[in-house]
Structures are given as C-alpha cells and as structure tokens.
C-alpha cells in the first residue's frame, strides 16, 4: 500500500469517525476478525495427503453452527495436538509432524473457522477458545498441547478453565499475552477516535460476552493450581509479540518454563530446526 493511499484511509477514517462513528467502527470489525487464507504449497499438501482427514461439528457465538476440518497422523499411544496461530493452518506444521510421528506419537490437529480448509470468513480468539474447549471435550485422549500464536492464547485460557485437566504439557510458541494491545495497536496507527474505540469494545462484549481484555493471558492462565506443565518458547526480537509482556508474565509466572530464542521471527518459529529440537526436548523430558 502507498504511502498516499494509506494517507487517504486513515483521513477517511477520521472524518468518518465525527459524522458516522459506528460505520467505522463496524469497518474495523470486518477488518480485525476477517482472515486472509494463504494458499497451500507443496510441503503443505504432502503433509495433508499423508493425514487421515474428518470434519467436526462446532457450534459458535449465537449457537452458529459450523464444520471445520480436523487431521490425524500415526496410531501411537500418546497423543498430540497441534494448534495453529491467526491466518496459519493445520498443514503449516508440516516439518514438526515428521519428527513427532518418528518419536511415535499420534498427532492431531485441525483448522480453526476461516483458516485452511475450514469455510468461514470470519472468526476471533474467542471463537478459537470455543472451538478448542469442544474439540478436547471430544478427544480425552490427548496428554500434550503444541500450539503456536493465537493458538496457544486459545489453549492456555482453555487449560484455566480446568479443575482436573489430563493435559500433561502445554507448550506455547510466541502466544501473545494480552490481544487486546493488537487491537489498540491498529487503532493508534490509523488514528481511531475514542468513539470508536468505545463502540467496538463494546460491541466485542455483546458478541462474546465479556470484554477483549478479559482474554488475557494473565487472566486465563494461573499455574498454582493446574498439574499441567506449562512451556512458553519466544523470540525476543518478535515484532508480533510484545517481549516485554512475555517477561512481565512470566515473572509472575515462575512455574512457566520460558525458552527464549533471537531472530527467528514469529511466523517462523513452527519450522525453524533448534525451536522444533526444543519441543522434541521437552517431549523427551516428560517421558524420561
């Protein structure tokens, strides 16, 4: 995008904003939750050939029912689930899947509504949250959680919720701690007003039925009373993820197990060789 087109948007935006406050704010909600798919590459749909692959019924916000695709590998006794992060798929962990089935573990994993083969335009952290707390009422069989980005949000605030979880590992790799700064990281870059602002807050909190702030890390996750073994791998030089919060976290966390990487950049993480050897290693750990 130019520099003179953007320019324009955020004049728009602004004038709009005195005149017209909740068509732009609805504008930005079109924009935040609608998602750009990626298409699939080679090492995407060789991955993809090689699952056993099903569909499974969720219902959304507003009991919406929806169908999103699910993918199994391998018949091994323990179980493993791969969680993607926003505008990623279940195909895009196509070099750690290998090496888990080499090291004799079921994998699974599925696309979230309006990512990969699942047919929705439109979807959100809350709607990630939901679809993993009926996923893992269905398969009581998974003892280890892989998730990356928004994805392991979705699973950590799952894990909060509960009492007696049989989840032995979570590992989290560049999940952000508080989304809500995204959203106010958008909005200062275009100038939205406090109307807005106000406006698509609350908006949020009819659909979803508590505020975006409330779905944060902090709020979800609390260690002292989870048997699960909690993993946070990051990269401190992440431009997606606010390093500063990861560390401020797990200050207050000290039962979360922080790995910190440099350079390897967010959307990079699930493929690069020393943060998959990092996985296998904590893999190792619980079975040694």
């Known amino acids: 995008m130019s520099n003179l087109k953007l320019q324009l948007i955020k004049t728009s935006l602004t004038f709009g904003a005195l005149f017209t406050p909740h068509r732009v704010m609805n504008y930005f909600w079109d924009k935040m939750f609608t998602t750009h798919k990626r298409s699939l590459k080679p090492p995407h749909t060789q991955i993809l050939d ?20 699910t993918y199994s590998w391998g018949t091994g006794k323990q179980t493993i689930l791969l969680l993607h992060g926003w505008e990623s798929k279940a195909a895009d962990y196509y070099k750690l899947i290998p090496l888990l089935l080499q090291q004799g573990y079921k994998v699974l994993s599925l696309d979230f509504p309006a990512h990969g083969s699942s047919n929705q335009l439109q ?15 269905a398969h009581l ?14 699973a950590a605030t799952w894990l909060g919720e509960q009492t007696n979880a049989k989840v032995k590992q979570l590992i989290m790799i560049g999940s952000p701690i508080i989304p809500k700064n995204f959203f106010e990281g958008a909005f200062n870059f275009f100038g939205v007003r406090r109307k807005v ?7 949020a909190h009819r659909t979803f039925g508590k505020g975006i702030e409330d ?22 030089k992440d431009r997606v993820v606010s390093i500063d919060e ?17 350079g390897v950049g967010h959307h990079q993480m699930i493929k690069h060789p020393e943060v998959l050897q990092a996985c296998l290693s904590i893999l190792a750990q619980a079975q040694a």
Do not use: C, W
Not at 141 to 154: C, K, M, P, R
């Open 50 to 69: 090689a699952a056993k692959k099903e569909r499974f019924e969720v219902t959304l916000f507003n009991n919406e029912p929806a169908t999103i695709h």
């Open 123 to 137: 979807t959100s952290l809350p709607e990630f949250i939901k679809v993993v707390r009926q996923y893992m009422q």
């Open 141 to 154: 069989e998974i003892e280890t959680i892989v998730a990356h980005s928004l994805g392991g949000t979705a």
């Open 197 to 203: 602002r106000t406006l698509f807050y609350a908006k």
């Open 215 to 236: 779905f944060a890390l902090a709020n979800a996750l609390t260690t002292t009373n989870q048997a699960t073994q909690v993993y946070g791998i990051y990269d401190v």
């Open 246 to 262: 990861v560390k401020t976290y797990a200050s207050q966390n000290p039962a979360v197990h922080m790995q910190y990487f440099d």
